[in-house]
């Protein structure tokens, strides 16, 4: 899917006024995988949240493939996070009291009847080569082993946009390039990847890097593959 922002503000409105986004525009195409770094507190979770269509702007716009998100209902916009768009994060926010295999299946789990997830779920488990463990509890994975749980977990509907919110950022470097790898494979088959990163390693994998400091876009670099 294409996303792109026109003049993309957030103002939060707190004891103080934080302008967290201000006037970023820019376009993402289908297939490319967008490298955000920036400073803590600069505004790229904020950022992801307005692509995931969890946080609308202030003002501005956001397209998605043509469609302003901002003129969807609550349910339509409910209807696009759930099937377009997959979320995962520095801390994997698994649930431990599920097996991998449950934590993988629970998000699909309202939709779709439980023996179509669980295939769905036991596939993409085998893909990512950690299906040995779909019976074992989150606390007894590894760092690398529950980002590739969370990575299920965030296809099993086949989103169009992986955000990922500091995906290696607790990750040692053999750990780290496993999950690029992944990353970059669901590029190719033309999923649009949006990685927020403080990892000149993990950033330099991506097909451009985009810089954001105190909300505002610093310097839109792209690269020549
Ligand atoms: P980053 O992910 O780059 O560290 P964030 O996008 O989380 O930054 O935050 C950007 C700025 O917006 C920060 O100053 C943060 O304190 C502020 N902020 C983020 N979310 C909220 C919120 N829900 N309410 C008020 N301020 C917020
Ligand atoms: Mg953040």
Aim: proline share 3%.
């Amino acid at each position: 899917m294409t996303i792109q922002l026109v003049d993309a503000s957030i103002t939060f409105d707190g004891v103080e006024k934080v302008e967290a986004l201000k006037n970023i525009s820019l376009t993402i195409e289908k297939g490319e995988c967008l490298a955000i770094l920036g400073p803590s507190g600069s505004g790229k979770t904020t950022l992801l949240n307005v692509i995931g269509g969890m946080l609308l702007l202030t003002n501005g716009e956001i397209l998605v493939d043509g469609q302003a998100l901002q003129q969807l209902t609550n349910s339509e916009l409910q209807t696009f996070r759930r099937t377009k768009i997959g979320y995962i994060f520095q801390d994997y926010r698994l649930f431990d009291q599920f097996t991998v295999l449950e934590n993988v299946m629970l998000p699909q789990w309202p939709y779709q009847a439980k023996a179509t997830i669980e295939k769905k779920a036991q596939t993409l488990l085998t893909e990512l080569q950690i299906s040995h463990r779909e019976k074992a509890f989150p606390s007894a994975l590894s760092g690398g082993e529950k980002q590739r749980v969370a990575i299920a977990r965030a296809m099993l509907h086949q989103p169009d946009i992986l955000l990922c919110d500091e995906p290696t950022g607790n990750l040692d470097a053999d750990n780290r390039n496993n999950v690029m790898e992944i990353l970059e494979a669901l590029r190719e088959q033309g999923i649009t990847i949006i990685v927020v990163t403080h990892d000149q390693e993990v950033a330099k994998r991506g097909t451009k890097e985009l810089f954001i400091r105190d909300g505002e876009l610093v310097l839109p670099n792209a690269k020549v593959n």
